[in-house]
């Protein structure tokens, strides 16, 4: 046997070897360890799709030349790493390693093998024939080519996989400006979603939403008011069961529990149940508000657009032109990987809220896209108000105008869940 061809027979055994420790993790992570709430069944796609393509690769690395077998190897190793350092990486360190955390580690392993694996691979196939300024510019043109399919189609795919995986795990220490009860919600699909809840004084309350931490400024302040405040971890965050999804896809399960949990409360009346939504929860928000009339108002923050068909009203024709393959490449990255459908397109779905009150409130200059609020107010129509807040950055108006954003906020929820209100039931209003 010669030396190359043991080389390559070794090199072979190496790619084999870290692939099936890449494959075990997206195996482990999807069927054999799923997170609680969700089975095997939840990820048929999102499992059996990339391990058919691993599968595919594995069979056809010893058949193609030396500059793809690198290729492949690239392929295969940042696969490994993205699937395993970045999200058991993030868990390991901020909750213990746990689950499918171990072989995540190894997968992440394995990746690094690989892209060492690929990078020899490409330096020893590389060509040596024609003149050196021909070579190093057949190089150059490669790695530019490389550069921009990585970065325009590879790059926005496989982010996905990370806003799918990987969502805050801590439960921050409350402070929600009075006692508070632990509450648990039941979705529609069996996940169990814990949270806080604290209970009305006036008769009234309102789901803050997405979280336990960003929303508790909020909470004290609709709580300074008399008003019931439930806030709580949505699916696959924190203590609830479930799979993340940073885009929300799927996530208005989550509030509709929350309506439901707010409309059997003794101190609340179930037709004064109000709703505050920020950056992904707004988007939320208004799409459980159209479909859930135990909404009677809502306010909407900082809401955006989560899918290709409310991105082809945002976006102008140049824009789409210049960057649909990375807005396609982003909504298949979400869909395989969330093992989820897109949601409906906001621009069918808020009409639906009227005639129920609707603030939208949005930062022009906030460095996160929030153009398409203009469009949902004249799509919801007279019962819409808007609020645009040109000075602060993206969810940052009660940080920001802390007066007249309580003023504003909390008069909207006044008059649209407590203007007919007994007496009694306002007679705490304003109280600490």
Avoid: C
Wanted: hydrophobic fraction near 45%; aromatic fraction near 6%; charged fraction near 20%.
């Amino acid at each position: 046997m010669t030396s190359t061809l043991a080389q390559h027979l070794q090199r072979h055994r190496v790619f084999l070897a870290a692939t099936a420790l890449v494959m075990l993790h997206i195996a482990d992570d999807n069927f054999l360890q799923p997170n609680p709430g969700v089975s095997a069944g939840d990820h048929v796609v999102s499992g059996l799709v990339p391990l058919a393509a691993l599968l595919a690769i594995a069979a056809a690395y010893p058949r193609v030349r030396p500059g793809t077998r690198a290729v492949l190897a690239f392929a295969v190793g940042l696969t490994g790493i993205v699937t395993g350092a970045v999200e058991a990486g993030y868990y390991t360190f901020s909750v213990g390693p746990s689950g499918d955390d171990f072989t995540g580690w190894l997968a992440a392993v394995a990746g690094l093998v690989l892209v060492g694996l690929g990078g020899k691979l490409l330096w020893q196939s590389r060509r040596r024939d024609g003149s050196r300024a021909r070579r190093y510019a057949r190089r150059i043109a490669k790695g530019v080519l490389a550069a921009v399919i990585v970065g325009e189609l590879v790059g926005p795919f496989a982010t996905m996989y990370l806003t799918t995986h990987v969502s805050r795990a801590e439960v921050p220490a409350p402070d929600l400006g009075a006692d508070h009860e632990d509450v648990t919600l039941t979705t529609s699909d069996g996940l169990h979603l814990r949270g806080w809840y604290v209970p009305s004084r006036n008769g009234a309350a309102v789901v803050a939403f997405p979280g336990r931490k960003g929303p508790q400024a909020h909470t004290r302040m609709l709580v300074r008011h008399g008003y019931g405040v439930l806030l709580f971890d949505r699916r696959g965050e924190g203590a609830s069961d479930g799979d993340p999804n940073m885009w929300g896809w799927g996530g208005q399960r989550d509030i509709h529990a929350a309506v439901d949990f707010l409309q059997h409360r003794p101190d609340v009346d179930p037709d004064r149940i109000g709703g505050i939504g920020l950056s992904v929860g707004g988007e939320m928000m208004l799409q459980a508000a159209a479909e859930n009339k135990g909404l009677a108002a809502v306010v909407s923050e900082g809401a955006g657009t989560r899918s290709i068909k409310e991105e082809m009203v945002e976006y102008d024709g140049t824009t789409l032109l210049r960057g649909f393959h990375a807005m396609v490449a982003k909504q298949a990255g979400i869909a395989l990987f969330a093992d989820e459908l897109p949601p409906p397109s906001l621009v069918d779905l808020v009409p639906r809220i009227a005639p129920r009150p609707t603030l939208l409130i949005w930062a022009p200059n906030g460095g996160n896209r929030e153009t398409m609020n203009p469009v949902y107010q004249r799509l919801i129509g007279p019962s819409a108000e808007i609020w645009a807040m040109d000075d602060v950055r993206h969810i940052q108006g009660l940080q920001s105008h802390p007066e007249e954003y309580e003023r504003r906020v909390v008069g909207f929820f006044d008059d649209a869940l407590l203007d007919d209100a007994p007496a009694h039931a306002r007679q705490h209003e304003g109280d600490e």
